[in-house]
């Protein structure tokens, strides 16, 4: 029996990547700029849940970063006076 060819549809497409699956190959295409990775969708869903796990780690320590900025330019507003 032969395999339908593959067809790759979109999963998402921002300025950072774009990601295709092919649905005959339980396949996942990652593009990131030059790099590209063919993942199985099991290996895809892992790296999405370690990504996301580390991008929300950023995300706080971002804000973090942010509130002591702001912090800091009240501290020094504050001297001014
Ligand atoms: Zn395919």
Do not use: W
């Not at 892992?46 to 929300?56: K, P, S």
């Not at 009240?74 to 006076?81: D, I």
């Amino acid at each position: 029996m032969r395999k339908k060819p593959c067809t790759h549809e979109y999963l998402a497409a921002t300025e950072s990547a774009r990601v295709l699956i092919c649905k005959e190959c339980g396949i996942v295409h990652l593009h990131i700029q030059n790099l590209a990775m063919r993942l199985e969708v099991r290996e895809f869903l892992g790296l999405a849940d370690t990504l996301t796990e580390a991008a929300n780690r950023v995300r706080v320590d971002e804000k973090e970063k942010t509130r002591h900025q702001e912090f800091n330019v009240l501290k020094s507003a504050h001297r001014l006076n």
